[in-house]
């Protein structure tokens, strides 16, 4: 048996991020669940669907509790699906994070300044 990784005692999202993680790695390990280790992308595809579907639900029904509940199971089924791609050697969840960061940067010139020349936006409507 592994011990269970000392909860965090930090609201920060990079500090339950990294728990997260952590659960994950041992759960895909040798001593960590014979079903978690089993998973593939392709045998994920569903559990993703399904929570994609409950967040929806949960806006649907404007219930905060249980949207809290969803983004968490929705967050848990991106880092398996980086686990198993790190494991394959593709990459990691560093990397998927570092992604979309650079991407909402290169996207949103009107508020990052990214050429010395920030054009701040006035309206919503695209331009």
């Not at 686990?83 to 949103?108: M, N, P, W, Y």
Request: hydrophobic residues 40%.
């Amino acid at each position: 048996m592994v011990k269970v990784p000392a909860p965090v005692d930090s609201s920060t999202p990079g500090a339950q991020l990294d728990r997260l993680v952590e659960i994950m790695q041992i759960l895909r390990s040798p001593d960590g669940c014979p079903w978690d280790r089993e998973q593939t992308l392709r045998t994920l595809r569903p559990f993703l669907v399904e929570e994609t579907y409950e967040v929806i639900d949960a806006i649907n029904h404007n219930d905060p509790k249980a949207l809290q509940d969803e983004l968490g199971d929705f967050v848990f089924e991106a880092v398996f699906l980086a686990q198993v791609c790190a494991e394959e050697g593709q990459f990691t969840l560093a990397d998927a994070l570092g992604s979309v960061t650079r991407k909402l940067i290169r996207r949103h010139p009107h508020v990052f300044d990214i050429n010395g020349d920030p054009k701040r936006a006035k309206t919503s409507q695209y331009q």
